[in-house]
């Protein structure tokens, strides 16, 4: 090997095959334009909400927002996200601290049991304490049926964080002389404080968000009056300028959550080389543990189901056609599948150009993309309404919107499951592929498809079983004449008929059972052997 | 097969220059090694030739073909380069067979079966065509890797650190038989490493690199025992550098007069190279000449004793020295004779110029 600085450039580019030197990367550019495509679809709803309030005026929107009844809803939706975010983080990280930490008897059954709430919809949750204690509403009861249905998303990734930690540093703290409550709220709380801040953050947005369980609870807050004010008053302008006051606090609550969550420390050592600790033994506290467990999976989930099973028996004395069930099940699925579908094939370029380049504009359009994920579906579905009423007319009340919103409102889920397979892929597989001479689309063809199967299925999974029980976009967006479960059901408990409603809010919870499992798997890391253990 | 020119190629990452107008040729059927600390760029390097990041400028050329211009580049693939990345980077979802099917032409099967079971006859996997990656240890992995890139018969292959994640032991056998292999598929290749053992075991021809560009480039020997410079001398391994003066064929230092090696050197104050085995000790009773050093401590190394010197600082030697023994040395605080044997190399760059001293780009074609 010489090297040679006059070596004369050599005169002639002799070309390999027919194509000659490409033009600069033809195909690298295709997949940025169609991610940036993405990203700005999913970021329209602020857009829309933003446009429509501004044509309120001025006048208008001050006499609004000057109005006691913004004081009155401020003061709901805070208190009741205080009240619930504290007590779904102690219930979350108590549940996530016993399953984890100590040696609590049959943890995967407990798992398992602690994660289900999130099946049932929170609105079937109102339903099931409303139609069986009366008593049950306004602020107290509000608090009461959110933070059963919501703590398993503090509980979660808690559990998740927990698990995955190495144990030595409580053991190192131990060896330190510290003791064992003096490293739970030394050691192990701040190691979950990003998974807490996650938790609380998911919990307020869904607070923000939630409109059915609240209307069942008589308890009003930002959504129930945004819909009042679109569905029974028909004022676009002030529902949109409420929306805007509600994205405003979603905004608001990311922003304290990004602070909490960078302030935490990050897990050292994760995943493979984490090495668990020895549970901690309960002893004569296992019984008073079993009990607090009980009670927690007693309120949350054995409310809800034996509501179900009573309404259920009652119910099959009123007539019920049989046969509306199924239809309105598939109808439900046809649009879910079909949302899911769009939602799928959206997140794939994205989290593609994510994964494959770590530039400021691929993080840029990641983070836009995630921040649908903040705002309120209220919010998404009114700004999707909009749009058509303003620049699709022919689509309002159409099949194709009520997908497009689904697609919308999920998108995030299914980023999340894309990129999260992603992550599992070898790096340098398609380099290495690229070099064997296959072209840029049959490696996404022959590798990086196939290869992201799995997390693909995940992604369709999710986004189709979390939008077959959708309520509050259904109703604004379905087609006329159309019903989904959801809606059904809603016709049935705003008319009082318990008995009617039973069906469907049973066959919602079925549905969802396999997105929890999955999602409980997912973030919990399953019990798959990790491929490097085999090696 | 055919060789690689590159000629004053520019790369960047952002704004930060990688690549700075760096000087490469491989002969055809060569195994050539780019030897660099992290961080030198000797990635950035072997991506460039890939396909996979552009040249801002200058030009790669592997036989006649022209790969990259920094204007207009071939699609990484079209180049026929092959490359094996430091993991393997295996195919998970593709069993072994296929893996290294997966560069071969889909419509011709049975040559295809055929040139399959030979690459596993040539790395040694016969009867392991049907398994999964995850069913391999880490040696096996990185072969089937290895018989993936041969098996469309690149015109070049780049290996980027391929050993780096096997153990010790799995690390020497591997490298031995993958030399082996490519010199029998007589595949021209460069192999990207910081491990000098490697290098030397590896490559015929070795290039140093260093800040984007090859410092000097050569046979193993000749880096090893006439490097350019101070810095290239350390980078093949431990160096004595010790100042002296020069006299065309002869360097007078502390240790004694010793012949210069190579081409006649320039009069004057400069500084030659003692490699450790070069260095003799002998007991301070024993009649003779050798300077009186201490013995600062030793290690035992199974085949040889490493020992480190300390010199008195009028001395005008550097106060660390290291010699290789076959011996025992005597124990630390004892003093021993120390001299030098072999001709000495003297290295450009100015007298007493030490290790941290700046780096002093040598062009690189001075070292030929």
Same mark, same amino acid.
């Given at each position: 090997m010489s090297t040679t600085r006059s070596t004369r450039p050599p005169r002639t580019l002799v070309h390999p095959g027919p194509s000659p030197l490409s033009q600069r990367w033809r195909a690298g550019r295709v997949l940025p334009l169609v991610a940036g495509l993405v990203a700005l679809v999913t970021a329209c709803p602020l857009l829309f909400v933003a446009l429509e309030a501004t044509q309120s005026g001025w006048d208008s929107a001050e006499r609004l927002l000057g109005r006691p009844l913004i004081v009155t809803l401020l003061w709901h939706t805070v208190s009741l996200a205080a009240v619930v975010g504290l007590a779904t983080l102690v219930l979350g990280f108590g549940a996530a601290w016993l399953i984890e930490r100590t040696d609590l008897p049959a943890k995967r059954t407990w798992t398992v049991l602690a994660a289900m709430p999130l099946a049932v919809p929170e609105f079937v949750h109102g339903y099931c304490w409303v139609s069986l204690f009366? %008593?049950?509403?306004?602020f107290w009861g509000a608090a009461l049926v959110m933070t059963s249905s919501l703590y398993p998303l503090v509980f979660l990734p808690v559990a998740a964080v927990l698990r995955r930690s190495d144990a030595s540093t409580e053991e190192v703290a131990r060896s330190l002389g510290h003791g064992r409550a003096a490293v739970l709220w030394r050691v192990t709380l701040p190691q979950a404080r990003p998974a807490l801040a996650g938790g609380a953050l998911l919990v307020t947005l869904y607070l923000l968000g939630e409109y059915g369980a609240f209307a069942m609870l008589r308890y009003t807050t930002f959504a129930t009056a945004i819909y009042t004010q679109f569905e029974t008053a028909f004022d676009t302008a002030s529902a949109s300028l409420l929306a805007l006051v509600l994205v405003a606090l979603a905004l608001l609550v990311l922003l304290l959550e990004g602070r909490t969550a960078r302030r935490g420390g990050r897990v050292v050592r994760e995943g493979s080389t984490a090495r668990p600790g020895r549970p901690l033994p309960l002893g004569g506290w296992t019984r008073p543990a079993l009990a607090a467990m009980a009670a927690l999976v007693g309120t949350a989930l054995g409310v809800p189901v034996y509501a179900l099973g009573y309404w259920l028996v009652r119910g099959?004395?009123? %007539?019920?056609?049989?046969?509306s069930i199924w239809a309105l099940t598939a109808t439900t699925l046809g649009y879910a599948l079909t949302a899911a579908a769009v939602a799928t094939a959206a997140a794939v370029p994205v989290a593609l150009y994510a994964w494959r380049r770590d530039t400021r504009l691929a993080r840029a359009l990641e983070r836009t993309a995630y921040l649908t994920r903040a705002l309120p579906g209220i919010a998404v579905a009114l700004a999707v309404v909009f749009f058509a009423i303003r620049y699709a007319q022919p689509l309002y009340q159409q099949p194709p919107l009520l997908v497009v919103g689904y697609a919308v409102l999920f998108f995030p889920l299914a980023l999340t499951a894309v990129r999260s397979s992603l992550a599992q892929v070898p790096h340098g597989v398609e380099d290495v592929a690229r070099s064997l001479g296959t072209a840029p689309l049959s490696v996404l063809r022959r590798v990086t498809l196939p290869l992201i199967l799995p997390g693909l299925g995940a992604a369709f999974a999710m986004v189709a079983l979390t939008a077959s029980t959708e309520l509050t976009a259904t109703l604004l967006l379905a087609p006329t004449g159309t019903d989904t479960l959801a809606t059904q059901f809603w016709t049935y408990t705003t008319g009082l008929a318990w008995g009617a409603a039973a069906p469907y809010a049973a066959v919602m919870t079925a549905l969802s059972v396999p997105a929890v499992l999955l999602l409980t798997r997912r973030t919990l890391g399953g019990t798959r052997i990790p491929r490097e253990a085999t090696r | 097969m055919s060789g690689l020119t590159v000629t004053d190629l520019h790369a960047r990452h952002g704004h930060s220059a990688v690549l700075d107008g760096l000087d490469l040729t491989v002969g055809d059927g060569q195994l050539a090694c780019v030897l660099g600390p992290?961080?030198?760029g000797k990635s950035t390097l072997l991506r460039v030739v890939a396909g996979f990041h552009p040249a801002a400028s200058g030009t790669v050329t592997v036989g006649d073909r022209v790969l990259d211009d920094g204007r207009r580049r071939v699609a990484a693939e079209r180049r026929r380069v092959g490359y094996l990345p430091q993991d393997g980077a295996l195919f998970p979802h593709l069993t072994v067979a296929a893996n290294i099917g997966f560069g071969l032409p889909r419509a011709a099967r049975a040559e295809r079966a055929e040139r399959v079971a030979e690459m596993l006859d040539l790395v040694g996997l016969v009867g392991l065509g049907d398994r999964h990656p995850h069913q391999l240890s880490g040696g096996q992995q990185q072969r089937v890797a290895l018989a993936r890139a041969l098996a469309p018969r690149p015109e070049l292959l780049l290996l980027d650190e391929p050993f780096s994640a096997l153990d010790a032991a799995l690390r020497i056998d591997l490298r031995v038989e993958v030399a082996a292999a490519l010199r029998q598929a007589g595949a021209t290749a460069i192999l990207v490493t910081h491990d000098v053992d490697e290098a030397l075991a590896f490559a015929d021809r070795i290039a140093v690199m260093r800040g984007g560009r090859i410092a000097q480039a050569g046979t193993p020997d000749e880096l090893f025992h006439r490097p350019a410079d101070a810095k290239v001398a350390q980078a093949l391994g431990e160096a004595n550098l010790v100042p002296a003066d020069l006299d065309g064929r002869t360097a007078s230092t502390a240790l004694g007069t010793l012949p210069l090696a190579g081409e006649p050197a320039e009069n004057g104050a400069g500084q030659v190279l003692l490699r450790p085995r070069q260095l003799r000790l002998a007991p301070v009773e024993e009649p003779g000449s050798g300077l009186l050093v201490q013995v600062v401590g030793s290690q035992f190394r199974g085949h040889d004793h490493r020992v480190e010197l300390s010199a008195d600082a009028d001395s005008g030697l550097p106060n660390r020295l290291v010699a290789y023994t076959d011996a025992s040395p005597p124990a630390p605080g004892s003093a021993v004779r120390l001299t030098a044997t072999g001709p000495a190399h003297a290295l450009s760059g100015s007298a007493g110029e030490s290790a941290g001293a700046p780096t002093v780009y040598v062009s690189a074609s001075s070292s030929r």
């Open positions: 009366p %008593t049950v509403q306004g099959s004395s009123t %007539t019920l056609p049989s046969a | 992290s961080g030198c």
